[in-house]
């Protein structure tokens, strides 16, 4: 993939759905008190930053080990995982100076909780309890791990 490619079909879609995001903190504001307010609008968000996550962790293991699965998250998480330190990497959240580790504890066997929401949600949304997953704090962090 060329810096071009790159920069017209994965980040500026990173960048509006990052857009979609601040936009709700208008309504919402970034506290871990409201981590568990959930709302349709984050629903939609979870789904699309999760698919566009499997997407680009896709693209990923395509590049780092090109003979290796890529079926799942299990699978990126084989290749993944042991790459240059990906699980430890911090994302610093600008508005509050507060550091967040998307992936970490990330094995092939325990994938990171917003992703396990962002499968509940896709699944079975209609299940009331996983309505409640697709709330401020799984969406961020997905965010955050797809930056």
Known sequence: MT???YNTNIW???LQLENDFYNTLGFVEFSEDNFSTYS???AKQLLAIGSEVDIVCK???KNIAPNQPRNNISTYAEVLCNYENF???KVIYEYTGEEFEPFRGWTSNDSP???RAYNSVKHDR???DNQKKANLENVFNALAGLY
């Open 59 to 61: 693209e990923l293991c």
């Open 40 to 42: 349709k609008e984050y």
């Open 12 to 14: 500026m879609f990173y």
């Open 126 to 128: 209609l299940d009331s």
């Open 87 to 89: 699980t430890s990497e």
């Open 3 to 5: 810096i071009q490619e």
């Open 113 to 115: 909780r917003w992703w």
